[in-house]
T-cell receptor
Framework: GIQVEQSPPDLILQEGANSTLRCNFSDSVNNLQWFHQNPWGQLINLFYIPSGTKQNGRLSATTVATERYSLLYISSSQTTDSGVYFCAASGSARQLTFGSGTQLTVLP | KAGVTQTPRYLIKTRGQQVTLSCSPISGHRSVSWYQQTPGQGLQFLFEYFSETQRNKGNFPGRFSGRQFSNSRSEMNVSTLELGDSALYLC????????????FGEGSRLTVL
């Protein structure tokens, strides 16, 4: 099945800084999603982005399917952005394979 | 529009017992999938149901089972609980079994003592 790798595993930022999270995947995908896991465990949908670029406020994401990677950009980070960010992908098999996540800490 | 609802949110069981978790998908969604999250293994796929049929199964022992009802609600069951089954169990719903965005519930946090 698909392998999904995320980097960096940990990221510490000062409030107001920008950041880029990366997700590499091993095969062609028909689904790629970015999630933010809140402190209670729920996975909050950020982007459904098997290809192309999307923006939502301070967050944006780009997936280059031919090169098998996706990037999540967070601009002007806030303390409320802290938490774990997951990338998940699926290919011919329907189930999502999750990366191991990026633990983001934004300091005031 | 109501989101994905999982019950119970928290539960504590002892080894050897069994547990049933419930998931109500978003209205109109016919696909329900289940994932297990543990600190050691991360998020792993358990199984997926679409129109009451299991379409896909992950690499878990037969103690883990599930089903889907005609109203798309799903249950998963874990029998003969082991300490290692302690985890956050997440349910996701989607309109399609083949592709499309998944939406997750808040999860059921199981502790096995």
């Amino acid at each position: 099945g698909i392998q999904v790798e995320q980097s960096p595993p940990d990221l510490i930022l000062q409030e107001g800084a920008n950041s880029t999270l990366r997700c590499n995947f091993s095969d062609s995908v028909n689904n790629l999603q970015w999630f933010h896991q809140n402190p209670w465990g729920q996975l909050i949908n950020l982007f459904y982005i098997p290809s192309g670029t999307k923006q939502n406020g301070r967050l944006s994401a780009t997936t280059v399917a031919t090169e098998r990677y996706s990037l999540l950009y967070i601009s002007s980070s806030q303390t409320t952005d802290s938490g774990v960010y997951f990338c998940a992908a699926s290919g011919s098999a329907r189930q999502l394979t999750f990366g191991s996540g990026t633990q983001l800490t934004v300091l005031p | 529009k109501a989101g994905v609802t999982q019950t119970p949110r928290y539960l504590i069981k002892t080894r050897g017992q069994q547990v049933t978790l419930s998931c109500s998908p978003i209205s109109g969604h016919r696909s329900v999938s289940w994932y297990q999250q543990t600190p050691g293994q991360g998020l792993q796929f358990l199984f997926e149901y679409f129109s009451e049929t299991q379409r896909n199964k992950g690499n878990f022992p037969g103690r883990f089972s599930g089903r889907q009802f005609s109203n798309s609600r799903s249950e998963m069951n874990v029998s003969t609980l082991e300490l290692g089954d302690s985890a956050l169990y997440l349910c996701a719903s989607s309109t399609s079994s083949l592709a499309g965005e998944l939406f997750f519930g808040e999860g059921s946090r199981l502790t096995v003592l």
